[in-house]
């Protein structure tokens, strides 16, 4: 088991490398010049945006600076994005907000989504079969940033019950709308994933063994056919917090939370490069974790698999 | 008209809510409430807050107000005296600037003649990449110091005389250069600036009516807190106990902020709410027009559109946009229709020019100019028009849709909207002249002058010209219009230059912009200035 | 060659009477152990895919979403029957936002034109983003998956991580380089969509796979499989897929909705399909600004969009009940 998670983590390096560079040379792809970007409507002269690139090494060649770029990683300098703020003080400032949002996001759509699942699993074709499949409809078929927007205005402008924006701290209360908003389209998924497992799971050999010893249906559900449902779900859950982290450019902009989407986005129509890579290394090691502790469930939620 | 109408309707809004705020409102909460900063809204700044670094609307709006030129522009955009106590000059090429007396910076240190030259320098210096440099273009001795991989540090054209006075001498005559001086590019800066720009640009020490509420009172991507600026002595000096920009990445979020009263000042009213904004806000609302247009523009390089027969279908493209339509509409009047090329807030701003019949909405006559261009040279099908928009911000895909709707209606041939997935894309696609269409242009005035609306567009070689016009008649006339010895008279040849435009059409005028902003039922005296931009030091808590 | 009639589970759930069991069960009806069990014997074995066919058929589900999305189909093919506008002309701004009017009975969009015609002639588009997009990621994101679960060890490492790189790539920013492509920058198009979807969107249903197989590789069957004989891709292929689909069959028929969705809100973050290309999602991106006061031009697309979804829904469970022999009513 402990020689996997060292192999596991080994495998991070290769990963590592392909993905800075291959983010590296998409963002070095964008069409543009990102001096374009610095200088705005107006543009500036050619002698600026001369000394521009110079200034951000963006007149070097793709290798020289992914070269540049990963000599920063290695010596602990990211460097400064084109506003001459310090990514490594970016990373710090949107990470641990997103990071709540995201976990946020990930409990609501995990609770809900597989206790609503097993109750649909459970009575399937009755009428809250139906009702959830209708919302889970609505959530699927309507964008998120006209959900988004139709929630930060009844609830929180029309009701009053939230604030609609979040504020620079980005405590619990505020945090709780955005991130339903953010799990909506996910819990979708882990519903109808639950409810599936569980049809497939309820007529299993080892439920009417476990019926047969005569326990009781609350542990059955439970402990039986619950746990080994879990297997898909649990997959979603993990490659779901990856995407939560860095794909919530729409909810982010929404509430207006400084937050890892955002910024990505943001690097990404600057055309800023370190930023870019930067963000998607910390992603890249966040899931990677994720995917591993997934990995590592699967041995403890079906004892038939093992790792060697 | 159409003008005076808006007007009116300010007015009524302005007067309703003084009444109101009259009759309504505790004593007691007012008191409490007036030591309150207020909340208005704002984008995070792109630079660090140095005025000749500053190139957009998120850091400009907090530069101007904790800087102070040489002169600043009241509501109507006429030049007021700030740092000047005078600016003379005998032949419109060499001035002599004389400060008032007691100027500071918030640190103390005394503004002078040396902190405006020194700043100006640095501005306008190539080693320096200032985004805003070409500001400084028309002082004597820029062409040198900001020539690509120069290492000058001094333009020759500024020179100190003493502690309050300074000369400039400029390479030609220009007669609405002292318009210019009210751009923050032109602020002073304290010495302590030069020792550390990049500290500098995060904790900025200014002249004018604000400054920073304490250290590191810029939060990024949060807020930028300003407290007023004791020591200011101005015609800007601050109504209320300091202005707060909270950063907003849309501006829908920023209206939802707005109508819970979380927000006291919304400066833009966002596409997307401008059917609601007029019943959510009662009678908290302005419609105040600025000096902005919004203009497509179509390059000379593209076969269809040069020559004669592409002036009769650029001619023929502009009749068959019914602007007062789309205006109203699209935009709930939050813009009104265009009749010549810069804005109806500027002095020498004028409405009937001989040839703006070209852009009223002729459905008929567009059909026949489109055939006797025909006649000319037939329309190359293979290369359908198309009208490209960055689609990653400004909100333009809805108006280029109405513009391509109506094109379609009212002329029968193959249009459509192009959008870039990014602004810089779009301008790289520009500066290189490798748009296969029209593009989407426009002008926010830097300064309030019919020349800023025309030179940096439309002559030949400039910055902006993506339509790549030559004409050298209307160089000439631009150049006779900065050479005039008066405003006035610089005006009227700015105005002979517009007609040429009016027949050429090297980008044809859609319509002028309107700031629709409103306010939360916490402040009062809302009022915007010539830019669109609201007058913060004016605006009272209650 | 053995199917599934001979598998070990049969042995474990011996044939015998239900009604002993009935004491112990809580609810007959969430465990009919009596469907399963009244299974017969006396037919001759068939390969489970052909046994899966035969019980769709008889599903009215089955039959319901298949006559769903033939009409969806229909629709996407000959959109000239449902509506006399002509596609995306007639835009006349002074019908804005107006109501149902005779030859319009769905109103008007904010530009004016007709909203039935837009959603009759956006199912075209749509349609092809979502089930094309679906079947990129569902073959290739399925395949690698399957591979990547089944065979562990290296070739799982090797696939998995690859995985991992391409869903640490933003979508939006792989989206922007894409289209700028020459190939696709001359006529940005669905195609252009389904790529970028499918190049970002195949490692969530590769991982979904692989998880689905590594949880019944080691089923008894499987083994009991390889032990007559049956080589290892074949029980990959006749075994362990058939019986490791019902996940990756709800994700697949979730995505497809979601892929039509991605599409608009790609153009509320400036890339998705140009404004002329008509479809669902840039309708629905048009009408977000007037939702509150003309909320109709939204809501059409987005029900024509819910009712496709819910249709290909109802498929994936009938396929689901249809491929599981312990769920299986006779």
């Given at each position: 088991?402990?020689?996997?998670?060292?192999?596991?983590?080994?495998?991070?390096?290769?990963?590592?490398?392909?993905?800075?560079?291959?983010?590296?040379?998409?963002?070095?792809?964008?069409?543009?010049?990102?001096?374009?970007?610095?200088?705005?409507?107006?543009?500036?002269?050619?002698?600026?945006?001369?000394?521009?690139?110079?200034?951000?090494?963006?007149?070097?060649?793709?290798?020289?600076?992914?070269?540049?770029?990963?000599?920063?990683?290695?010596?602990?300098?990211?460097?400064?994005?084109?506003?001459?703020?310090?990514?490594?003080?970016?990373?710090?400032?949107?990470?641990?907000?997103?990071?709540?949002?995201?976990?946020?996001?990930?409990?609501?759509?995990?609770?809900?989504?597989?206790?609503?699942?097993?109750?649909?699993?459970?009575?399937?074709?009755?009428?809250?079969?139906?009702?959830?499949?209708?919302?889970?409809?609505?959530?699927?078929?309507?964008?998120?940033?006209?959900?988004?927007?139709?929630?930060?205005?009844?609830?929180?402008?029309?009701?009053?019950?939230?604030?609609?924006?979040?504020?620079?701290?980005?405590?619990?209360?505020?945090?709780?709308?955005?991130?339903?908003?953010?799990?909506?389209?996910?819990?979708?998924?882990?519903?109808?994933?639950?409810?599936?497992?569980?049809?497939?799971?309820?007529?299993?050999?080892?439920?009417?063994?476990?019926?047969?010893?005569?326990?009781?249906?609350?542990?059955?559900?439970?402990?039986?056919?619950?746990?080994?449902?879990?297997?898909?779900?649990?997959?979603?859950?993990?490659?779901?917090?990856?995407?939560?982290?860095?794909?919530?450019?729409?909810?982010?902009?929404?509430?207006?939370?400084?937050?890892?989407?955002?910024?990505?986005?943001?690097?990404?129509?600057?055309?800023?490069?370190?930023?870019?890579?930067?963000?998607?290394?910390?992603?890249?090691?966040?899931?990677?974790?994720?995917?591993?502790?997934?990995?590592?469930?699967?041995?403890?939620?079906?004892?038939?698999?093992?790792?060697? | 008209?159409?003008?005076?109408?808006?007007?009116?309707?300010?007015?009524?809004?302005?007067?309703?809510?003084?009444?109101?705020?009259?009759?309504?409102?505790?004593?007691?909460?007012?008191?409490?409430?007036?030591?309150?900063?207020?909340?208005?809204?704002?984008?995070?700044?792109?630079?660090?807050?140095?005025?000749?670094?500053?190139?957009?609307?998120?850091?400009?709006?907090?530069?101007?107000?904790?800087?102070?030129?040489?002169?600043?522009?009241?509501?109507?955009?006429?030049?007021?005296?700030?740092?000047?106590?005078?600016?003379?000059?005998?032949?419109?090429?060499?001035?002599?600037?004389?400060?008032?007396?007691?100027?500071?910076?918030?640190?103390?240190?005394?503004?002078?003649?040396?902190?405006?030259?020194?700043?100006?320098?640095?501005?306008?210096?190539?080693?320096?990449?200032?985004?805003?440099?070409?500001?400084?273009?028309?002082?004597?001795?820029?062409?040198?110091?900001?020539?690509?991989?120069?290492?000058?540090?001094?333009?020759?054209?500024?020179?100190?005389?003493?502690?309050?006075?300074?000369?400039?001498?400029?390479?030609?005559?220009?007669?609405?250069?002292?318009?210019?001086?009210?751009?923050?590019?032109?602020?002073?800066?304290?010495?302590?600036?030069?020792?550390?720009?990049?500290?500098?640009?995060?904790?900025?020490?200014?002249?004018?009516?604000?400054?920073?509420?304490?250290?590191?009172?810029?939060?990024?991507?949060?807020?930028?807190?300003?407290?007023?600026?004791?020591?200011?002595?101005?015609?800007?000096?601050?109504?209320?106990?300091?202005?707060?920009?909270?950063?907003?990445?849309?501006g829908s979020?920023?209206?939802?902020?707005?109508?819970?009263?979380?927000?006291?000042?919304?400066?833009t009213v966002p596409t997307s709410d401008v059917q609601?904004?007029?019943?959510?806000?009662?009678?908290?609302?302005?419609?105040?027009?600025?000096?902005?247009?919004?203009?497509?523009?179509?390059?000379?390089?593209?076969?269809?559109?040069?020559?004669?027969?592409?002036?009769?279908?650029?001619?023929?493209?502009?009749?068959?946009?019914?602007?007062?339509?789309?205006?109203?509409?699209i935009f709930n009047?939050g813009?009104?229709?265009?009749?010549?090329?810069?804005?109806?807030?500027?002095?020498?701003?004028?409405?009937?020019?001989?040839?703006?019949?070209?852009?009223?909405?002729?459905?008929?006559?567009?059909?026949?100019?489109?055939?006797?261009?025909?006649?000319?040279?037939?329309?190359?099908?293979?290369?359908?028009?198309?009208?490209?928009?960055?689609?990653?911000?400004g909100d333009h895909r809805t108006w280029?849709?109405?513009?391509?709707?109506?094109?379609?209606?009212?002329?029968?041939?193959?249009?459509?909207?192009?959008?870039?997935?990014?602004?810089?894309?779009?301008?790289?696609?520009?500066?290189?002249?490798?748009?296969?269409?029209?593009?989407?242009?426009?002008?926010?005035?830097?300064?309030?002058?019919?020349?800023?609306?025309?030179?940096?567009?439309?002559?030949?070689?400039?910055?902006?010209?993506?339509?790549?016009?030559?004409?050298?008649?209307?160089?000439?006339?631009?150049?006779?219009?900065?050479?005039?010895?008066?405003?006035?008279?610089?005006?009227?040849?700015?105005?002979?230059?517009?007609?040429?435009?009016?027949?050429?059409?090297?980008?044809?005028?859609?319509?002028?912009?309107?700031?629709q902003?409103?306010?939360?039922?916490?402040?009062?005296?809302?009022?915007?200035?010539?830019?669109?931009?609201?007058?913060?030091?004016?605006?009272?808590?209650? | 060659?053995?199917?599934?009639?001979?598998?070990?589970?049969?042995?474990?759930?011996?044939?015998?009477?239900?009604?002993?069991?009935?004491?112990?069960?809580?609810?007959?009806?969430?465990?009919?152990?009596?469907?399963?069990?009244?299974?017969?014997?006396?037919?001759?074995?068939?390969?489970?895919?052909?046994?899966?066919?035969?019980?769709?058929?008889?599903?009215?589900?089955?039959?319901?979403?298949?006559?769903?999305?033939?009409?969806?189909?229909?629709?996407?093919?000959?959109?000239?029957?449902?509506?006399?506008?002509?596609?995306?002309?007639?835009?006349?701004?002074?019908?804005?936002?107006?109501?149902?009017?005779?030859?319009?009975?769905?109103?008007?969009?904010q530009?004016?034109?007709?909203?039935?015609?837009?959603?009759?002639?956006?199912?075209?588009?749509?349609?092809?983003?979502?089930?094309?997009?679906?079947?990129?990621?569902?073959?290739?994101?399925?395949?690698?998956?399957?591979?990547?679960?089944?065979?562990?060890?290296?070739?799982?490492?090797?696939?998995?991580?690859?995985?991992?790189?391409?869903?640490?790539?933003?979508?939006?920013?792989?989206?922007?380089?894409?289209?700028?492509?020459?190939?696709?920058?001359?006529?940005?198009?669905?195609?252009?969509?389904?790529?970028?979807?499918?190049?970002?969107?195949?490692?969530?249903?590769?991982?979904?796979?692989?998880?689905?197989?590594?949880?019944?590789?080691?089923?008894?069957?499987?083994?009991?499989?390889?032990?007559?004989?049956?080589?290892?891709?074949?029980?990959?292929?006749?075994?362990?897929?058939?019986?490791?689909?019902?996940?990756?069959?709800?994700?697949?028929?979730?995505?497809?909705?979601?892929?039509?969705?991605?599409?608009?809100?790609?153009?509320?973050?400036?890339?998705?399909?140009?404004?002329?290309?008509?479809?669902?999602?840039?309708?629905?991106?048009?009408?977000e600004p007037t939702?509150?006061?003309?909320?109709?031009?939204?809501?059409?697309?987005?029900?024509?969009?819910?009712?496709?979804?819910?249709?290909?829904?109802?498929?994936?469970?009938?396929?689901?009940?249809?491929?599981?022999?312990?769920?299986?009513?006779?």
């Amino acid at each position: 088991m402990s020689w996997y998670i060292i192999r596991r983590v080994l495998q991070l390096i290769p990963v590592f490398i392909g993905a800075t560079l291959l983010v590296y040379f998409l963002v070095f792809s964008l069409p543009g010049d990102p001096t374009a970007a610095i200088c705005g409507e107006r543009g500036c002269t050619p002698a600026v945006e001369a000394a521009l690139r110079e200034q951000y090494n963006l007149d070097q060649p793709f290798w020289v600076q992914y070269f540049l770029f990963i000599k920063g990683v290695l010596t602990f300098d990211l460097g400064v994005n084109f506003a001459g703020r310090e990514i490594a003080t970016i990373i710090a400032e949107v990470f641990p907000t997103t990071a709540r949002l995201a976990i946020m996001a990930l409990v609501f759509e995990a609770v809900f989504g597989i206790l609503f699942g097993l109750i649909a699993g459970l009575r399937k074709g009755k009428i809250f079969d139906s009702t959830i499949l209708v919302v889970s409809l609505v959530v699927i078929a309507v964008p998120i940033f006209v959900l988004g927007f139709l929630m930060q205005f009844i609830v929180g402008v029309k009701l009053g019950w939230a604030s609609p924006t979040v504020s620079g701290a980005a405590p619990f209360n505020e945090l709780i709308l955005p991130a339903v908003v953010l799990g909506l389209v996910s819990f979708a998924y882990v519903l109808r994933l639950t409810r599936t497992s569980i049809i497939e799971n309820v007529n299993a050999d080892y439920v009417r063994t476990a019926t047969a010893k005569g326990l009781s249906r609350r542990r059955v559900v439970t402990v039986h056919i619950l746990r080994n449902s879990m297997i898909p779900v649990i997959t979603f859950l993990g490659a779901d917090l990856g995407a939560l982290m860095g794909g919530a450019i729409v909810t982010e902009g929404i509430f207006n939370v400084n937050g890892v989407g955002n910024t990505l986005y943001r690097a990404v129509l600057n055309g800023e490069a370190p930023v870019v890579v930067a963000i998607v290394t910390v992603l890249i090691l966040i899931f990677c974790i994720a995917n591993l502790v997934v990995d590592l469930l699967y041995a403890w939620l079906d004892p038939r698999i093992r790792y060697a | 008209m159409r003008l005076a109408r808006i007007s009116k309707v300010v007015g009524v809004a302005l007067t309703a809510t003084l009444a109101l705020s009259a009759c309504g409102g505790s004593g007691e909460d007012a008191a409490s409430n007036t030591d309150r900063p207020i909340v208005v809204d704002g984008v995070e700044p792109q630079n660090p807050l140095i005025p000749t670094s500053t190139n957009e609307v998120g850091g400009g709006a907090v530069v101007d107000l904790i800087f102070s030129g040489l002169v600043s522009y009241d509501a109507d955009g006429v030049s007021q005296n700030e740092m000047a106590e005078s600016i003379e000059t005998e032949d419109a090429q060499n001035y002599t600037i004389t400060l008032a007396e007691g100027k500071t910076f918030t640190n103390g240190e005394p503004v002078t003649a040396q902190s405006f030259v020194d700043a100006w320098n640095y501005g306008a210096a190539a080693k320096n990449a200032q985004l805003s440099s070409y500001f400084f273009e028309s002082i004597e001795g820029y062409d040198e110091v900001s020539a690509e991989g120069s290492e000058l540090e001094e333009m020759s054209g500024l020179t100190v005389v003493d502690e309050r006075t300074f000369t400039v001498a400029l390479s030609q005559p220009e007669s609405d250069w002292p318009l210019r001086l009210g751009y923050s590019a032109f602020s002073p800066l304290p010495e302590v600036a030069f020792e550390d720009f990049e500290a500098f640009g995060e904790n900025p020490i200014g002249n004018g009516p604000y400054k920073f509420a304490a250290e590191g009172a810029w939060e990024h991507n949060q807020q930028i807190a300003l407290v007023p600026n004791e020591d200011y002595d101005g015609p800007q000096a601050a109504q209320n106990a300091g202005v707060t920009f909270k950063m907003y990445q849309n501006g829908s979020t920023a209206y939802q902020d707005l109508i819970s009263d979380n927000l006291d000042v919304l400066k833009t009213v966002p596409t997307s709410d401008v059917q609601n904004f007029k019943n959510d806000l009662d009678d908290r609302w302005l419609e105040s027009p600025y000096a902005g247009n919004q203009t497509i523009s179509i390059p000379y390089y593209l076969e269809n559109w040069d020559g004669e027969d592409g002036k009769l279908r650029r001619q023929a493209i502009s009749m068959a946009i019914d602007r007062e339509e789309i205006t109203t509409v699209i935009f709930n009047n939050g813009r009104t229709p265009a009749t010549e090329f810069t804005a109806p807030v500027l002095e020498g701003y004028n409405d009937s020019l001989p040839g703006s019949e070209n852009l009223e909405f002729n459905p008929e006559r567009a059909v026949e100019l489109w055939e006797e261009a025909e006649a000319i040279e037939p329309y190359d099908d293979s290369e359908p028009l198309t009208i490209a928009y960055n689609a990653d911000a400004g909100d333009h895909r809805t108006w280029v849709e109405a513009v391509v709707n109506g094109l379609k209606n009212n002329l029968d041939i193959e249009v459509s909207g192009l959008p870039f997935s990014t602004f810089a894309e779009l301008r790289t696609n520009a500066t290189d002249k490798t748009l296969t269409g029209a593009i989407r242009t426009g002008w926010q005035a830097d300064y309030p002058s019919l020349y800023n609306f025309l030179g940096p567009i439309h002559a030949t070689g400039a910055g902006s010209n993506d339509s790549v016009y030559e004409n050298p008649e209307f160089d000439q006339a631009l150049s006779d219009g900065l050479a005039a010895d008066s405003v006035e008279a610089g005006a009227e040849a700015m105005n002979k230059a517009q007609e040429m435009l009016l027949e050429d059409l090297p980008s044809i005028p859609l319509w002028y912009q309107v700031a629709q902003g409103g306010w939360s039922q916490n402040v009062d005296n809302v009022e915007f200035g010539w830019n669109g931009v609201p007058l913060y030091n004016a605006i009272t808590t209650k | 060659m053995p199917d599934m009639e001979n598998t070990p589970k049969r042995v474990v759930a011996p044939k015998q009477p239900a009604y002993p069991i009935e004491h112990f069960v809580a609810d007959a009806e969430d465990t009919p152990v009596v469907a399963t069990d009244s299974a017969t014997t006396d037919d001759a074995p068939r390969s489970q895919w052909s046994e899966a066919w035969r019980n769709l058929r008889r599903q009215p589900l089955f039959i319901l979403s298949g006559i769903l999305i033939l009409a969806v189909i229909f629709v996407a093919l000959f959109p000239g029957i449902f509506t006399n506008e002509p596609p995306n002309e007639n835009c006349l701004l002074a019908n804005s936002g107006g109501g149902p009017a005779p030859g319009h009975p769905l109103g008007f969009t904010q530009q004016g034109c007709d909203v039935l015609s837009r959603v009759v002639y956006g199912t075209q588009s749509s349609l092809m983003v979502g089930m094309f997009s679906t079947l990129g990621v569902l073959l290739i994101g399925g395949a690698i998956g399957a591979i990547a679960g089944f065979y562990g060890g290296w070739i799982d490492a090797i696939l998995a991580r690859l995985g991992d790189i391409f869903f640490a790539l933003p979508l939006i920013l792989g989206a922007i380089v894409v289209v700028q492509l020459p190939f696709f920058r001359e006529n940005r198009s669905v195609w252009t969509l389904v790529v970028i979807l499918v190049t970002f969107g195949w490692p969530q249903i590769a991982r979904i796979t692989r998880a689905s197989v590594i949880s019944v590789r080691n089923a008894d069957f499987v083994t009991a499989a390889r032990s007559l004989g049956v080589s290892r891709f074949s029980a990959l292929l006749k075994h362990v897929i058939p019986n490791a689909l019902a996940p990756v069959i709800v994700i697949t028929t979730i995505s497809l909705g979601t892929f039509i969705v991605a599409e608009s809100t790609l153009s509320f973050l400036g890339i998705g399909l140009p404004p002329d290309v008509m479809s669902w999602g840039n309708d629905i991106f048009s009408a977000e600004p007037t939702v509150r006061t003309n909320p109709m031009p939204l809501f059409w697309p987005a029900l024509a969009l819910s009712l496709t979804v819910l249709s290909f829904i109802m498929l994936g469970d009938a396929l689901r009940d249809a491929l599981d022999p312990k769920a299986r009513k006779r």
